[in-house]
């Protein structure tokens, strides 16, 4: 799904000149499409092992969720910013479930899109704005 919003804030993060990036624990074969329907060039994403061309089951490299999210995530922070080892978006990360907490939270300035109950909470307690994208969205 392509949602305006989320394309607008995307477009002026990018002609803005910051890193804009997918982490997500969701197959790259899925996301990499919907990364580049935005205009996203980095993702990161769970990679999952093809041998001969056919999918087996298995992941290549550390799986994207969990721990796995954080650190994969933490590796964009040596392409943009002077701190090694925490992500420094310019205007804001965002994160729509609890499950992304850990890599929100490594973050200078948090947004949660859209949470789930308890990722509202959570941001609501911690004094992160939070904002819909989905206003309308089919």
């Known amino acids: 799904m392509l949602l305006p919003e989320a394309k607008t804030v995307v477009d002026e993060r990018l002609a803005a000149g910051d890193l804009v990036a997918v982490v997500t624990a969701t197959n790259s074969f899925i996301t990499r499409p919907i990364a580049g329907l935005y205009g996203i060039s980095h993702l990161v994403a769970t990679e999952?092992?093809?041998?001969?061309?056919?999918f087996t089951g298995r992941t290549t490299g550390e799986p994207c969720f969990r721990a796995g999210k954080l650190s994969r995530g933490q590796g964009l922070a040596g392409r943009d910013g002077p701190q090694p080892g925490r992500l420094r978006p310019n205007?804001?990360?965002t994160a729509t479930r609890t499950t992304i907490l850990p890599l929100l939270s490594s973050v200078t300035h948090?947004?949660?899109v859209d949470p789930d109950p308890l990722l509202h909470e959570h941001a609501s307690a911690q004094g992160w704005p939070v904002m819909t994208w989905r206003r309308g969205a089919k």
């Open 110 to 112: 948090p947004v949660a």
């Open 91 to 93: 205007r804001g990360s």
């Open 48 to 54: 999952p092992e093809t041998i001969d061309g056919r």
